[in-house]
């Protein structure tokens, strides 16, 4: 029986105002690589509270849509309970990071990343400013 591994590494990713969406797959894939695990499954988390992580089809059409349906989900410029507190302006930022989640689980099969023809990892900025985002990588299974 092969002994599980336990892989561990971060990413930065720098993101325009948003929603901007940043297409991750490759840099995420040469982790995988880099970890040397076979099988297993791969966690990945973006830090802080105006950030998310999804798959999609990362052709522009689509991107442009998941970006109307984002704004839809929590209109910026509404009146939002984080802005009476703090007035900077993002209380949307926060509710639609929420809503899409800072973390996705993927299958690792056969050294690489398990998604679809069309499926690609993207990291979201939701905040009313650029950031520098840093994901965390962390990919457990056993080794090739």
């Not at 720098?14 to 797959?25: N, R, V």
């Not at 995988?32 to 791969?42: A, C, F, K, T």
């Not at 798959?55 to 689509?62: K, L, Q, Y």
Request: glycine content about 10%; some cysteine.
């Amino acid at each position: 029986m092969k002994a599980l591994t336990i892989f561990c590494k971060s990413i930065e990713v720098g993101l325009k105002t948003g929603p901007d969406i940043c297409d991750i797959t490759h840099q995420i894939n040469k982790l995988v690589r880099e970890s040397n695990i076979e099988n297993g499954s791969l966690c990945v988390t973006i830090i802080g509270s105006t950030g998310s992580l999804t798959t999609i089809e990362f052709e522009p059409g689509v991107v442009e849509d998941l970006k109307m349906a984002i704004n839809r989900l929590a209109l910026p410029g509404l009146e939002y309970e984080h802005e009476k507190a703090w007035h900077d302006g993002n209380g949307h930022s926060h509710v639609q990071a929420a809503l899409l989640g800072p973390s996705i689980t993927l299958p690792v099969r056969d050294g690489s990343l398990k998604l679809g023809t069309w499926q690609q990892l993207v990291a979201i900025n939701h905040d009313n400013r650029p950031r520098t985002r840093k994901i965390e990588v962390t990919i457990t299974g056993t080794e090739v």
